[in-house]
Protein backbone atom coordinates (compact mmCIF):
# COMPACT_ATOMS: atom_id res chain seq x y z
CA UNK A 1 0.00 0.00 0.00
CA UNK A 2 2.69 2.34 0.85
CA UNK A 3 4.41 1.98 -2.84
CA UNK A 4 0.96 2.91 -4.51
CA UNK A 5 1.86 6.83 -4.44
CA UNK A 6 4.42 5.99 -6.58
CA UNK A 7 2.73 2.93 -9.15
CA UNK A 8 3.29 5.07 -11.95
CA UNK A 9 7.01 4.59 -12.67
CA UNK A 10 7.71 1.91 -14.69
CA UNK A 11 10.26 -0.60 -13.99
CA UNK A 12 12.37 0.03 -17.02
CA UNK A 13 12.25 3.82 -15.56
CA UNK A 14 13.39 2.31 -11.73
CA UNK A 15 16.33 0.30 -13.48
CA UNK A 16 17.70 3.63 -15.04
CA UNK A 17 17.50 5.79 -11.80
CA UNK A 18 19.55 2.78 -10.06
CA UNK A 19 21.90 2.58 -12.66
CA UNK A 20 21.55 -0.33 -14.65
CA UNK A 21 20.17 1.29 -17.59
CA UNK A 22 17.44 -0.23 -19.70
CA UNK A 23 17.41 -3.98 -19.48
CA UNK A 24 14.14 -4.63 -20.62
CA UNK A 25 10.58 -3.20 -20.80
CA UNK A 26 8.26 -5.94 -22.17
CA UNK A 27 7.03 -8.81 -20.20
CA UNK A 28 4.61 -11.87 -21.04
CA UNK A 29 2.31 -13.01 -18.08
CA UNK A 30 -0.32 -16.06 -17.87
CA UNK A 31 -2.88 -15.38 -16.23
CA UNK A 32 -4.82 -18.33 -14.49
CA UNK A 33 -6.73 -17.13 -11.45
CA UNK A 34 -9.66 -19.97 -10.66
CA UNK A 35 -12.72 -17.38 -11.38
CA UNK A 36 -15.04 -18.06 -13.64
CA UNK A 37 -19.69 -17.88 -14.17
CA UNK A 38 -19.50 -21.29 -12.07
CA UNK A 39 -17.62 -19.94 -8.83
CA UNK A 40 -19.30 -16.17 -8.90
CA UNK A 41 -22.50 -18.29 -7.99
CA UNK A 42 -21.00 -20.15 -4.74
CA UNK A 43 -21.49 -19.26 -1.37
CA UNK A 44 -18.26 -19.64 1.13
CA UNK A 45 -19.82 -19.07 4.92
CA UNK A 46 -22.72 -17.10 3.45
CA UNK A 47 -20.78 -14.90 1.67
CA UNK A 48 -21.36 -14.55 -2.31
CA UNK A 49 -20.20 -13.12 -4.94
CA UNK A 50 -22.57 -11.12 -7.33
CA UNK A 51 -20.21 -9.99 -9.57
CA UNK A 52 -16.79 -8.50 -10.46
CA UNK A 53 -14.83 -6.14 -12.96
CA UNK A 54 -11.25 -5.09 -13.49
CA UNK A 55 -9.30 -3.04 -14.76
CA UNK A 56 -5.79 -3.67 -15.69
CA UNK A 57 -2.87 -1.02 -16.43
CA UNK A 58 1.19 -2.06 -17.02
CA UNK A 59 4.81 -0.68 -16.16
CA UNK A 60 5.75 -2.16 -19.40
CA UNK A 61 6.26 -0.61 -22.91
CA UNK A 62 4.53 -3.91 -23.86
CA UNK A 63 2.64 -6.62 -21.84
CA UNK A 64 1.61 -9.91 -23.16
CA UNK A 65 -1.04 -11.50 -21.36
CA UNK A 66 -2.37 -15.19 -22.01
CA UNK A 67 -5.50 -16.12 -20.11
CA UNK A 68 -8.58 -18.33 -20.37
CA UNK A 69 -11.60 -17.41 -20.66
CA UNK A 70 -14.73 -19.62 -21.89
CA UNK A 71 -12.44 -22.53 -21.88
CA UNK A 72 -10.32 -20.89 -24.62
CA UNK A 73 -6.82 -19.78 -24.57
CA UNK A 74 -7.14 -15.67 -25.42
CA UNK A 75 -4.01 -13.46 -25.88
CA UNK A 76 -3.66 -10.21 -25.23
CA UNK A 77 -1.35 -7.24 -25.37
CA UNK A 78 -0.87 -4.03 -23.20
CA UNK A 79 1.54 -1.08 -23.51
CA UNK A 80 2.17 2.23 -22.42
CA UNK A 81 0.30 4.66 -24.87
CA UNK A 82 3.43 7.37 -23.60
CA UNK A 83 6.49 4.68 -25.35
CA UNK A 84 4.87 2.52 -27.51
CA UNK A 85 2.38 3.59 -30.20
CA UNK A 86 -0.88 1.91 -31.12
CA UNK A 87 0.08 1.19 -34.35
CA UNK A 88 3.32 -0.13 -33.21
CA UNK A 89 0.99 -2.64 -30.94
CA UNK A 90 -1.18 -3.74 -33.61
CA UNK A 91 1.68 -4.57 -35.81
CA UNK A 92 3.49 -6.92 -33.12
CA UNK A 93 -0.27 -8.80 -32.32
CA UNK A 94 -0.36 -9.36 -36.17
CA UNK A 95 3.29 -10.74 -36.43
CA UNK A 96 2.47 -13.01 -33.50
CA UNK A 97 -0.96 -14.20 -34.95
CA UNK A 98 1.05 -15.00 -38.02
CA UNK A 99 3.32 -16.80 -36.60
CA UNK A 100 1.01 -18.80 -34.28
CA UNK A 101 -0.98 -19.68 -37.63
CA UNK A 102 2.03 -21.01 -39.06
CA UNK A 103 2.61 -23.04 -36.04
CA UNK A 104 -1.04 -24.70 -36.43
CA UNK A 105 -0.83 -25.26 -40.38
CA UNK A 106 2.87 -26.99 -40.18
CA UNK A 107 4.18 -28.09 -36.47
CA UNK A 108 6.87 -28.85 -37.53
CA UNK A 109 8.25 -25.71 -39.23
CA UNK A 110 11.69 -24.27 -38.23
CA UNK A 111 12.09 -21.51 -36.56
CA UNK A 112 14.14 -20.24 -39.05
CA UNK A 113 11.28 -20.28 -41.62
CA UNK A 114 8.60 -18.50 -39.61
CA UNK A 115 7.85 -15.10 -41.38
CA UNK A 116 6.59 -12.37 -39.38
CA UNK A 117 6.03 -9.66 -42.40
CA UNK A 118 3.55 -8.93 -44.21
CA UNK A 119 3.63 -7.96 -47.84
CA UNK A 120 4.04 -4.57 -47.30
CA UNK A 121 6.78 -4.69 -44.66
CA UNK A 122 8.68 -7.24 -47.08
CA UNK A 123 8.68 -4.89 -49.77
CA UNK A 124 10.25 -2.18 -47.00
CA UNK A 125 12.45 -4.10 -45.98
CA UNK A 126 14.15 -5.61 -49.28
CA UNK A 127 13.27 -2.65 -51.44
CA UNK A 128 12.70 0.72 -49.61
CA UNK A 129 15.30 0.57 -47.26
CA UNK A 130 17.82 -0.78 -49.52
CA UNK A 131 17.83 2.22 -52.13
CA UNK A 132 20.10 1.83 -55.23
CA UNK A 133 22.20 -1.63 -55.48
CA UNK A 134 25.61 -0.78 -55.13
CA UNK A 135 28.30 -3.34 -56.50
CA UNK A 136 30.99 -3.54 -54.04
CA UNK A 137 34.70 -5.36 -55.07
CA UNK A 138 34.70 -8.80 -53.89
CA UNK A 139 38.19 -8.39 -52.47
CA UNK A 140 38.79 -9.95 -49.02
CA UNK A 141 39.59 -7.73 -45.90
CA UNK A 142 43.08 -8.84 -45.05
CA UNK A 143 43.99 -8.23 -48.61
CA UNK A 144 41.87 -4.55 -48.23
CA UNK A 145 44.22 -3.88 -45.46
CA UNK A 146 47.55 -4.96 -47.27
CA UNK A 147 46.63 -2.37 -50.30
CA UNK A 148 46.45 0.19 -47.53
CA UNK A 149 49.37 -0.71 -46.05
CA UNK A 150 51.01 0.07 -49.08
CA UNK A 151 49.01 3.26 -50.15
CA UNK A 152 49.55 4.71 -46.25
CA UNK A 153 51.53 2.97 -44.51
CA UNK A 154 51.97 5.63 -41.58
CA UNK A 155 48.64 6.00 -41.23
CA UNK A 156 46.81 4.83 -37.80
CA UNK A 157 44.45 2.06 -38.33
CA UNK A 158 43.42 0.60 -35.20
CA UNK A 159 43.26 2.41 -31.66
CA UNK A 160 42.70 0.79 -28.18
CA UNK A 161 42.97 2.62 -25.05
CA UNK A 162 46.21 4.60 -25.21
CA UNK A 163 47.89 2.05 -28.05
CA UNK A 164 47.37 2.07 -31.63
CA UNK A 165 48.86 0.69 -34.70
CA UNK A 166 49.49 2.10 -38.38
CA UNK A 167 48.64 0.01 -41.37
CA UNK A 168 52.07 -0.93 -41.84
CA UNK A 169 52.30 -1.96 -37.85
CA UNK A 170 49.28 -3.79 -38.09
CA UNK A 171 49.72 -5.46 -41.62
CA UNK A 172 53.22 -6.43 -40.37
CA UNK A 173 52.04 -8.52 -37.01
CA UNK A 174 49.57 -10.42 -38.66
CA UNK A 175 51.80 -11.43 -41.67
CA UNK A 176 53.65 -12.97 -38.50
CA UNK A 177 51.44 -14.38 -36.52
CA UNK A 178 49.76 -15.59 -40.14
CA UNK A 179 53.33 -17.54 -40.43
CA UNK A 180 53.31 -19.15 -37.20
CA UNK A 181 49.85 -20.19 -37.41
CA UNK A 182 50.82 -21.88 -41.47
CA UNK A 183 53.41 -23.72 -39.47
CA UNK A 184 50.92 -25.06 -36.94
CA UNK A 185 49.13 -26.98 -39.99
CA UNK A 186 46.24 -24.01 -40.14
CA UNK A 187 44.89 -23.71 -43.80
CA UNK A 188 41.86 -23.24 -45.40
CA UNK A 189 38.73 -24.66 -44.79
CA UNK A 190 39.60 -24.73 -40.62
CA UNK A 191 38.33 -22.49 -38.06
CA UNK A 192 40.54 -20.95 -35.21
CA UNK A 193 38.91 -19.89 -32.29
CA UNK A 194 40.02 -16.58 -31.01
CA UNK A 195 39.45 -16.21 -26.72
CA UNK A 196 40.29 -12.85 -26.63
CA UNK A 197 39.37 -9.67 -25.06
CA UNK A 198 38.64 -5.93 -27.52
CA UNK A 199 41.88 -5.09 -28.17
CA UNK A 200 44.70 -4.76 -30.69
CA UNK A 201 45.72 -8.36 -30.52
CA UNK A 202 42.13 -9.30 -31.19
CA UNK A 203 42.17 -7.52 -34.66
CA UNK A 204 45.76 -8.71 -35.15
CA UNK A 205 44.82 -12.34 -34.87
CA UNK A 206 41.75 -11.54 -37.20
CA UNK A 207 43.71 -10.83 -39.72
CA UNK A 208 46.06 -13.81 -39.00
CA UNK A 209 43.47 -16.06 -39.61
CA UNK A 210 42.03 -14.78 -42.83
CA UNK A 211 45.96 -14.52 -44.50
CA UNK A 212 46.05 -18.35 -43.70
CA UNK A 213 42.48 -19.04 -45.54
CA UNK A 214 40.86 -20.12 -42.38
CA UNK A 215 37.70 -18.39 -40.36
CA UNK A 216 38.34 -17.02 -37.36
CA UNK A 217 35.38 -17.63 -34.54
CA UNK A 218 35.63 -15.29 -31.78
CA UNK A 219 34.89 -16.50 -27.58
Same mark, same amino acid.
Given at each position: ????? !???? *???? #?????? =?? $?? &?????? &??????????? @?????????? *????? $? @??? &???? +??? !???????????? !??????????????????? %?????? &??? /?? #????????????????????????????????? =? $?? #?????? %????????????? /?????? +?????????? =??? $???????????????? /???? #?? /???????????????
Amino acid at each position: ARLLD !HQWA *GLAD #IQRWAG =HG $EL &FDTAMV &FQNYPVSADTT @SRQLDGLRVA *GYDAV $E @STD &FAVN +LVA !HTRDDALRLRLD !HRADTCPGDLVRSLADRML %RVLEAL &FTD /SD #IPVARLDTLDPAERERVLVEWNGVRTELPGTPL =H $EL #ITEQAR %RTPDTTAVVCEDT /SLTYAE +LDARANRLAR =HLL $EQGVGAEDFVAIALPK /SLDA #IT /SMLAVLKTGAAYLPI
